[in-house]
């Protein structure tokens, strides 16, 4: 299995760029599907973004579409989330999450590793 640590949140104004990281070790990353999802203060957990194992297929939540990009680099473990034109309802703790790669959509967070998350929060 593959384990995962995200890195890179912090405070933003509104209009501004982030890049978040989501380191992983383990074997399997080069096969692994790998997904964002994040939790606003007192909502439900909610899909952002997800890549398949090669890079082949990306897939975005509608409130995000446009502005934040997802890729993966197999050299280096790591998949990053470029967040642009971040908004007030980016605010909330961003999570990693990863799996074998399966037939499932990226959007279904059946997802065996999951990391602890990284606070955005955007200001206006």
């Known amino acids: 299995q593959v384990q995962v640590v995200e890195s890179g949140g912090g405070l933003v104004q509104a209009g501004d760029s982030l890049r978040l990281s989501c380191a992983a070790s383990g074997r399997t990353f080069g096969s692994s599907d790998m997904a964002w999802f994040r939790r606003a203060p007192g909502k439900e957990r909610e899909f952002v973004g997800g890549i398949r194992w090669d890079g082949s297929a990306t897939q975005y939540a509608d409130s995000v579409k446009g502005r934040f990009t997802i890729s993966k680099d197999n050299a280096s473990k790591t998949m990053f989330l470029q967040m642009n034109s971040v908004k007030d309802e980016d605010t909330a703790v961003y999570s990693c999450?990863?799996?074998?790669?399966?037939?499932?959509?990226?959007?279904?967070?059946?997802?065996?590793?999951w990391g602890q998350g990284t606070q955005v929060t955007v200001s206006s």
């Open positions: 999450a990863a799996r074998v790669r399966s037939l499932l959509a990226l959007n279904i967070a059946r997802y065996a590793s």
